[in-house]
């Protein structure tokens, strides 16, 4: 247990929809990450946060958007889903952005 | 930019053979470089890593040695279990924002 936390583990949805992927990171850590893992894309970091603040950008999609809250917790907001929108989904989190990155277990999304 | 280059797999072995996983990396200044693990159905775990150049990173068995020169990080384990068996994932970190991963190498082991 790497002690990243994320809800939910599997999410099937339609076209067009809006869903909200949570992640709680590590006690004491600052940073957060989130990660898509597809079949032909392989993983690719998305966006990352520090302390509440968004620290680097990556391939997020413009129809993609994520936080992360004073309680250090990150919400990532996928809208007008598409079907090449399924992909499991991973937060990371860092004590300080620098040092490694542990991984929550994923949510798989299924768009359909 | 920073990219990995891993063997594409799968790579299947039988159990107590060596293994190695050849990792290569195009990257400007001095990344940090990873092996990270995924078994069945779950997330990522880090299983060593290095910081600079002739540091070995291991665990668990396992092994992988930061060669600068030829911009390398191949992941070795002199002797395989069936309980290995799992997608590795190369990756490295330049400036300390995020992960950049290869496209990772499923290994099987077999009795």
């Known amino acids: 247990d790497s002690g990243v936390t994320q809800t939910p583990k599997h999410l099937i949805t339609a076209t067009g929809q809006r869903v909200t992927l949570r992640c709680s990171p590590r006690?004491?850590?600052?940073?957060v990450y989130w990660y898509q893992q597809s079949l032909d894309q392989g993983l690719q970091f998305l966006i990352q946060?520090?302390?509440?603040?968004?620290?680097a950008k990556g391939n997020i999609l413009e129809r993609f958007s994520a936080q992360q809250f004073p309680d250090l917790h990150s919400e990532l907001n996928l809208s007008s889903l598409e079907l090449g929108d399924s992909a499991l989904y991973f937060c990371?989190?860092?004590?300080?952005?620098?040092?490694?990155?542990?991984f929550g277990q994923g949510t798989r999304l299924t768009v359909v | 930019g920073d990219s990995v280059t891993q063997m594409e797999g799968p790579v299947t072995l039988s159990e107590e053979a060596f293994l190695t996983i050849n990792c290569t990396y195009t990257?400007?200044?001095?990344?940090?470089l990873f092996w990270y693990v995924q078994y069945p159905g779950e997330g990522l775990q880090l299983l060593l890593k290095?910081?600079?150049?002739?540091d070995k990173g291991s665990n668990k068995g396992f092994e992988a040695t930061y060669r600068k020169e030829t911009t390398s990080f191949h992941l070795e384990k002199g002797s395989v279990q069936v309980s290995d068996s799992a997608v590795y994932f190369c990756?490295?970190?330049?400036?300390?924002?995020?992960?950049?991963f290869g496209g990772g190498t499923r290994l099987m082991v077999k009795p």
């Open positions: 990371a989190s860092s004590v300080d952005g620098l040092g490694d990155a542990f």
């Open positions: 006690s004491g850590d600052l940073s």
């Open positions: 946060y520090y302390n509440g603040e968004e620290r």
């Open positions: 990257a400007t200044g001095y990344p940090s």
């Open positions: 290095a910081t600079k150049a002739d």
């Open positions: 990756a490295l970190n330049n400036a300390g924002n995020m992960l950049t």
